[in-house]
């Protein structure tokens, strides 16, 4: 079954460090999404690109995070200064979507679980 | 905006009980709509999905029907298993409008022997 991987896995860090998470979606989905998920939030909708080009990134806190898609088969999530407060589940989902045409549904990868201590 | 409302949980079932969770939405366009299920430590699946009015999406004895007129997408399940706790996540997509994919708070089942 094709599959979006997320890398790493688990990661900690040390406050005011830079994190980056990269995601590679599945081959020919052409938009992804970025989601944060926290007890208290739930899921949290950060960035979605189509065509690897950016559509919103207003949930996403500017200052400190950024998230890029250099090609096709890479996107990059970037928190830079981390904080405490940024520890969470970060998930990347793809999907294709083209004009009014059928859609089905988004594919989740298995997450990013970040620790900033 | 748009927005899912799911019923607070934990749903907690006896083995073999009927389920249903709720799950309302507003939405200014004609969304999809999805429910997606989290096992512990993993991420998000697909479990089931309605792209229009009077579908039913169904999938491992889960079922759920599109009803515009009263804005739901309930979640239901005949007779549930020990392996089907798990969080269970209502969603639209409003196709057409931004496409984005708005996720309910997620509803906890726990189902015991």
């Known amino acids: 079954d094709a599959r979006v991987t997320q890398t790493p896995r688990h990661k900690v860090t040390e406050m005011g460090q830079e994190v980056t998470m990269r995601c590679q979606p599945i081959?020919?989905?052409?938009?992804v999404f970025w989601y944060r998920q926290t007890m208290m939030q739930g899921l949290e909708l950060l960035a979605y690109?189509?065509?690897?080009?950016?559509?919103?990134d207003s949930g996403m806190p500017k200052d400190r995070f950024s998230a890029e898609m250099p090609d096709a088969t890479l996107a990059t999530l970037k928190i830079q200064p981390s904080e405490p407060r940024d520890s969470a589940v970060y998930f990347c989902?793809?999907?294709?979507?083209?004009?009014?045409?059928?859609?089905?549904?988004?594919?989740f990868g298995s997450g990013t679980r970040l620790t900033v201590v | 905006g748009d927005s899912v409302t799911q019923m607070e949980g934990p749903v907690t079932l006896s083995e073999e009980a009927f389920l249903t969770i709720n799950c309302t939405y507003t939405?200014?366009?004609?969304?999809?709509l999805f429910w997606y299920v989290q096992y512990p430590g993993e991420g998000l699946q697909l479990l089931l999905k309605?792209?229009?009015?009077?579908d039913k999406g169904s999938n491992k004895g889960f079922e759920a029907t599109y009803r515009k007129e009263t804005t739901s997408f309930h979640l239901e399940k005949g007779s549930v298993q020990v392996s089907d706790s798990a969080v269970y996540f209502c969603?639209?997509?409003?196709?057409?409008?931004?496409?984005?994919?708005?996720f309910g708070t997620g509803t906890r089942l726990q189902v015991f022997p």
């Open positions: 989902a793809s999907g294709y979507l083209e004009g009014q045409g059928t859609f089905y549904g988004y594919t």
């Open positions: 081959l020919g989905h052409n938009t």
């Open positions: 690109f189509r065509n690897r080009a950016p559509l919103d």
């Open positions: 939405a200014t366009g004609y969304p999809s």
């Open positions: 309605a792209t229009k009015a009077d």
């Open positions: 969603a639209l997509s409003d196709r057409g409008n931004t496409d984005k994919l708005i």
